[in-house]
């Protein structure tokens, strides 16, 4: 196995979108229950890249294996330097280290970006999930009881956090956010 983490490209959409759409079928950390298709993903693509929030995919050799992206956590301004990571990996792939690969890498991109906090939004409460972002600092900051209908049952969201650069400590460059 020979991992690596490189900036996502177009290209890369129709392997995005098999990963998330086995976790879209057969999880609880998307509430999503319908795959978006290979065109949707190059839309979300082109929309995070757009706004160069990092994009980044793990790859072994040229193959796809896992993802990570994080966005700003709400559209109104005085959110543009918090961010909310979203990160799958391929379902056979799992429990190899390319979750926390891909999640390194992406701490180190938004806080290079400005980001200045990372939030995790857990659907499900997913123990993998919860367990990789613990491990990479992330504290959990809140649950939510009971907000989706998933898979027959009612699912927690859990949301966990990460300061990043100098966090809450100072504020932030002046960089036109504000």
Known sequence: MS???RRVNVDDAEAIAAIYAHHVLNGTATYEVVPPTGDETVEKILTVTGRSWPFLVACDGSEVVGYA???QFRDRPPYAYACENSIYVAHDRR???IGKLLLKALLEAA???GFRQMVAVIGGGEPASVALHGSCGFEQVGCLTGMGWKAGRWLDTVY???ALGGGTAT???ASGKD
């Open 69 to 71: 992206y994080a966005t």
């Open 111 to 113: 806080d290079a970006y």
């Open 3 to 5: 991992l690596s983490v």
């Open 95 to 97: 429990g190899g280290g």
């Open 160 to 162: 966990m956090q990460i």
């Open 171 to 173: 504020a932030p460059i």
